[in-house]
């Protein structure tokens, strides 16, 4: 799905926080991504081991406000391409996400957008989410061949008929 556009879908996200690291469970497509919050360094590009869609990640608090910091190699990024929302990247990509809550129901988020080979300068884009309601949960979300639609628990594979659950 691309790191901006994981941020921006607007299907649920889960953030679940242990001492060491921070999770960010996207219901869309199986995606998570894992930061860092024991103090380790980013791996140069030659010491990372394999490139990933999300790139490396190490967070710290400053204040009340969560830092992510977010560096290659991300998928593809070896040459010029774009991410999954049209946006040009490079193996210069860097960005840097903070969260902030202003109240018990309101989650900030801003990032910033770095790339010296695709823009001539950094750029931002800010969001403000609601948090769900304790009694909801993410659910397993895929565009998957075939998957039209589901209805009362049978997949439908067109929008007028229901597959008939085995044996019958």
């Known amino acids: 799905m691309g790191y901006t556009r ?9 953030i679940v926080q242990t001492p060491k690291e921070l999770a960010l469970l996207h219901e869309s497509f199986f995606v998570f991504h894992v930061v860092y919050l024991d103090g380790r360094r980013h791996p ?4 990372a081991r394999e490139t990933l869609w ?4 190490v967070g710290h608090w400053e204040g009340d406000t969560m830092v992510i910091d977010t560096v290659g190699p991300f998928f593809g990024s070896s040459m010029m391409i774009l991410d999954t929302r049209g946006h040009p990247m490079s ?15 309101t989650l900030g988020y801003e990032i910033t957008v770095e790339d010296p080979k695709a823009y001539t ?3 931002k884009n800010t969001r403000v989410w ?19 639609e589901v209805r009362e628990g049978l997949i439908s594979t067109k929008p007028s008929e229901k597959q008939k659950p085995p044996g019958e």
């Open 54 to 57: 999300y790139g490396h990640s």
């Open 121 to 123: 300068k950094p750029w």
């Open 44 to 47: 140069t590009f030659d010491e």
């Open 6 to 14: 994981s941020q921006n879908s607007p299907t649920l996200t889960q």
């Open 91 to 105: 193996d210069q990509l860097h960005l840097v996400e903070r969260f902030t809550r202003p109240d018990h129901d």
């Open 130 to 148: 609601k948090l769900m309601p304790a009694s909801e949960e993410i659910m397993e979300y895929a565009c998957a061949e075939n998957n039209k």
